[in-house]
């Protein structure tokens, strides 16, 4: 699968296409978000387990039943309300201060 979106496998160390190889140190809160029918459902607690042991704030998630890029296919009915969750929890991450004013 890998060879469809990076023919030049040696770039896959290379953190501009894969960011878990780069410092994360700086990066900002995160949320980490994968589908339960995901080719690369693995890539996604990995990602979250080395943001957060380079001390970025993460939340993790994995939608059970969803498939890869469900977030944009626009026919799955379930698929707006679970992408709305994350943005108020980045929303939150980002400003907790505020993190009871609702977003508009």
């Known amino acids: 699968m890998g060879a469809g979106y990076l023919p030049d496998r040696s770039l896959s160390l290379d953190p501009r296409v ?11 809160p995160a949320i980490v978000c994968g589908a ?13 387990a080395v943001l957060e042991a380079a001390g970025v704030p993460v939340r993790f998630r994995i939608s059970p039943g969803m498939l890869h890029g469900y977030w944009s296919t626009g026919v799955v009915p379930r698929a707006n309300e679970l992408a709305d969750q994350p943005c108020e929890e980045l929303a939150e991450l980002h400003a907790p201060e505020q993190a009871d004013i609702p977003l508009p």
């Open 18 to 28: 894969s960011p878990i190889e780069g410092d994360l140190t700086a990066v900002a």
């Open 36 to 48: 339960g029918c995901d080719p690369l459902r693995d890539h996604a607690p990995a990602y979250a």
